[in-house]
Structures are given as structure tokens and as C-alpha cells.
């Protein structure tokens, strides 16, 4: 098995991760605990796992002029874009979020274009585009959208700013994946991102009644440390060290298809044309902005 298939299988395995975090997430805040203090449990989880792996098994210094780059990414990929997300979250709906994150592609799209210059190749707009509109049908197609919510716009516009700081995150660290082992990196990033946070999560951390907590709750906790802020920020950057930010960026689309699979095996979904269509036009669009452009003819 190659390098890029292996890239690929560790972005659909970060995805599936994510799209079971919009529900975990929901469950745990805001009674058990504040946004932002949960936001702290978890940096502060992987940021510890992080440290102890790299101290093991990579021997490796950051260079000084690198970090600023550094700095920056643990600013825009954990602590702006965790904390907003979060925030956001707790204020709108798991499938109002959805929505909203289609919005992280497009903007990684036009970041990689400007910043790396990618190829602004005809079939690669078509495939931002057919993804966009397959995850949006996948997330509101037959579902309640709660628009009586009254702090829903405030919730989406949070969550659409982290969906930016996400796609600035993931444009300015992949000049760092040719200098570092993807460990380093993630090793300063959130290191960083935990400097940040405490102070704003501190005093919900102290809140929390942890004696109380059910072993239901203790699980979504376990699996948002671990499974979202450890291995989907490991996959992520280990497949960004050989594939374009953009393809990245773009399996944030299959987040709606796989939420709706777990659902479906969970049997609280039900299978119908219009699903299979969305779902179909998602991988279509992954296929377009995956695949490597023919070389120019001389």
C-alpha cells in the first residue's frame, strides 16, 4: 500500500471521527460541562499524549525562525478553531453545523490557490462545487431544523469563523511538513492551543461535578479526547504532509455521508434515493479534487 492511499485512508478515518463528534459533543455540553472548559479537558488530553509519544520516539529540534509559523498554527488549528467550534456548537445544532463547515473547503480551496499556488484545474472547481451541494443536501434532507432557536445565527456565524481558522490552519502548516516528523508539529501545536485555552476554560473546568458523571458521558468525553483531538489531528496532518491542502480540506464533505451510515447501522436513519444521489455526488467531487492533474505537454 502506498503513501497516498494510506493518506486517504487516515483523512476518511479523521472524518468519520469527526462526524461522530458533532453528537458526542452535543450530549456532554452544556450540562456536564462549559464549552470552553471541555475544550481545555481535551487540548490538555492530547497535548499530554502528544508529548509523551514524541518524547519517545522522535528526536527532533524546531528550527527559531520557525516558531512564529508555529505559534500561529497552534492559534488557528486548536485554540480559535476548537473554542469557536465548540462555543457554536453549543448555541445551534449538529446539523446546522454540518451546514455550515461545507463552507471550510471552499475556503481552504481559495487559500491554496493563492498561498501554494495550486492549479485552479476546471474539473477541481467542479468537485469543490458537486460537494458542497451533496453535503448540504445530506445534512438538511429529512431533518428538523430548529429555526426558533434564537442564538442559532450567532451559533453558525461561530462555527463558520471556525470553519475559516481551520482552513487558515491548514494552509500555513503545510510549508512545515517538509522541515518536521508530523509529530513535532502537532506537538507545538498543541502546546500552544493548551497555553491558550487555560486561561478561558479554567474556571469551567473547576465547575464540573466530576463524581456525577455518568459512564455514558465519561465514554463521549474519552472518545473527543482521544479519538478528535489526538488521532483525527494526527491523520490530518499526517496526510498533509503528501497530499494538497485542499484534498484535505475537502473530506470535511464526507462528514454528512458517513454521520448518515453510523446512523443507518445504528437504525435510526433509513436509506432512500435522494441520500444515495447526495452521497454519490460527494464521492464524485472527492474523485475530481483528489486526482492528479495530467502533466502539461510540451
Known amino acids: 500500500m502506498n503513501d497516498v492511499v494510506k493518506s486517504h485512508m487516515a483523512l476518511f478515518v ?3 471521527i469527526y462526524a461522530l463528534t458533532f453528537t458526542f459533543a452535543k450530549d456532554v455540553m452544556p450540562e456536564t460541562i462549559q464549552p470552553i472548559g471541555f475544550i481545555l479537558v481535551r487540548v490538555t488530553g492530547a497535548m499530554i499524549l502528544f508529548q509523551i509519544i514524541h518524547s519517545i520516539w522522535i528526536r527532533e529540534k524546531v528550527k527559531r525562525e520557525d ?8 492559534l488557528f ?8 467550534f465548540f462555543k457554536g456548537l453549543n448555541y445551534t445544532t449538529p446539523i446546522h453545523a454540518a451546514v455550515t463547515m461545507t463552507s471550510a473547503p471552499i475556503i481552504v480551496f481559495i487559500l491554496a490557490v493563492i498561498f501554494h499556488g495550486e492549479k485552479k484545474l476546471p474539473l477541481r472547481i467542479v468537485g469543490v462545487a458537486l460537494g ?5 443536501v445530506l445534512a438538511v434532507y429529512g431533518r428538523d431544523l430548529e429555526l426558533g432557536n434564537p442564538k442559532l445565527a450567532l451559533g453558525n456565524l461561530l462555527v463558520f469563523v471556525n470553519a475559516c481558522s481551520y482552513a487558515i490552519y491548514l494552509t500555513i502548516v503545510k510549508p512545515l511538513m517538509s522541515k518536521y516528523h508530523f509529530l513535532t508539529i502537532m506537538k507545538w501545536v498543541f502546546t500552544v492551543g493548551f497555553i491558550v485555552v487555560l486561561p478561558f476554560g479554567f474556571t469551567d473546568v473547576q465547575a464540573v461535578e466530576w463524581s456525577e458523571i455518568s459512564n455514558k458521558i465519561w465514554g ?10 489526538f488521532l483525527a489531528y494526527m491523520f490530518n496532518i499526517y496526510a498533509l504532509k503528501r497530499l494538497r491542502a485542499s484534498t484535505v480540506g475537502f473530506y ?3 462528514q454528512p455521508v458517513l454521520a448518515t451510515v453510523v446512523a443507518l447501522l445504528l437504525g435510526s436513519d433509513n436509506l432512500d434515493p435522494i441520500k444515495i444521489i447526495a452521497s454519490s455526488i460527494i464521492f464524485i467531487g472527492v474523485y475530481l479534487v483528489g486526482r492528479k492533474p495530467k502533466p502539461a505537454k510540451e
Do not use: D, H, P
Not at 67 to 74: A, E, H, K, Q, S
Open 67 to 74: 516558531y512564529g509559523i508555529l505559534i500561529l498554527c497552534g
Open 252 to 254: 470535511i464533505y464526507l
Open 14 to 16: 479523521a472524518n468519520l
Open 220 to 229: 463521549e468525553i474519552a472518545f473527543v479526547v482521544f479519538g478528535t483531538s
Open 132 to 136: 458542497a451541494v451533496g453535503a448540504v
Open 77 to 84: 488549528g486548536v485554540a480559535i478553531n476548537m473554542m469557536l
